[in-house]
């Protein structure tokens, strides 16, 4: 199976498969990235606390140590939130642990968006049908890394990540990259009224024909289908990312749960896909 297409290259490498976007491979000389494939790696976390068994947590960090490796950096310098679906984005300066990564420390309790300017610090999401965002400033030289799942989404989260580099990077929301990974999609995102009722009245400033778009009934008065991924896409266009800097990568988790982890497909065995981002060393 072969996940290329227009927007991220399917790489084999090493006896692991990930994706990388086309778009920020154009700056593989001031970054790294990946997302990644295979049931394989799993990358777990507790729902709760972020703790998990011994034994699980050290199968977690060979996980992460050969995708690292396989882009071209070093696992211990990994920084992940504890993920609780929120829109809390925090600013990353250093590094906590020393020769481990920063996974499980209480400074990233309820952090859904990472940001950074800092070389070598490798900013990790995982999600299972729920987006990851990576974006770039290549003018600023600044990273984000933002776990946006349906709830994060109607909290805007994309956005606040985006509002944070402004502020705190001075960055021109026109020189963004922000690259979509794959999720859950309109296709497969079914939802019962209530949350139906949320995303209207949420998005309700998007308009009346971007919001048929956006929700489409499946069963009359009782499922409808929603499309996140372009919710995200008009808020930040709105925002003022160029259309063209917006690159989605178009796959979605659950229509391909033999090459990808997805909570809908795998239920209560599900696993976590991730994505990452690291500024590399100025030479």
């Excluded at 489409?216 to 008065?221: F, R, V």
């Amino acid at each position: 199976m072969d996940l290329s297409n227009e927007n991220v290259i399917h790489v084999k490498k090493d006896g692991i498969e990930y994706l990388q976007f086309r778009r920020l491979l154009e700056y593989k000389d001031i970054i790294n990235h990946a997302y990644s494939l295979g049931i394989n790696m799993n990358f777990r976390t507790s729902k709760i606390t972020g703790e998990l068994p011994k034994e699980e947590y050290e199968n977690n960090l060979k996980d992460y140590d050969k995708l690292c490796k396989a882009i071209g950096c070093n696992y211990k310098n990994l920084v992940k939130g504890i993920q609780k679906h929120t829109n809390n984005v925090k600013v990353v300066t250093k590094k906590i642990n020393k020769d481990a990564p920063d996974f499980r420390n209480k400074e990233y309790e309820n952090i859904d968006g990472l940001i950074t300017n800092t070389p070598n610090i490798v900013l990790a999401s995982t999600s299972a049908d729920c987006i990851s965002l990576l974006l770039f400033d290549p003018v600023k030289k600044v990273i984000a890394n933002v776990h946006s799942g349906w709830k994060g989404t109607l909290q805007r989260i994309s956005i606040k990540t985006v509002e944070k580099m402004l502020s705190d990077f001075n960055c021109n929301p026109e020189d963004i990259i922000c690259c979509i990974c794959p999720s859950i999609r309109k296709c497969h995102f079914e939802v019962e009224k209530n949350v139906k009722d949320m995303f209207e009245e949420e998005f309700k400033d998007l308009g009346e024909d971007n919001l048929k778009e956006i929700i489409e009934e499946k069963i009359p008065d009782k499922k409808w289908l929603i499309d996140t991924v372009l919710i995200n896409k008009i808020i930040l266009e709105r925002k003022g990312l160029e259309k063209e800097n917006i690159i989605d990568s178009k796959i979605c988790t659950m229509c391909n749960p033999e090459i990808l982890h997805s909570y809908r497909a795998e239920r209560e065995n599900y696993g976590l896909n991730t994505a990452l981002i690291e500024l590399k060393e100025k030479k």
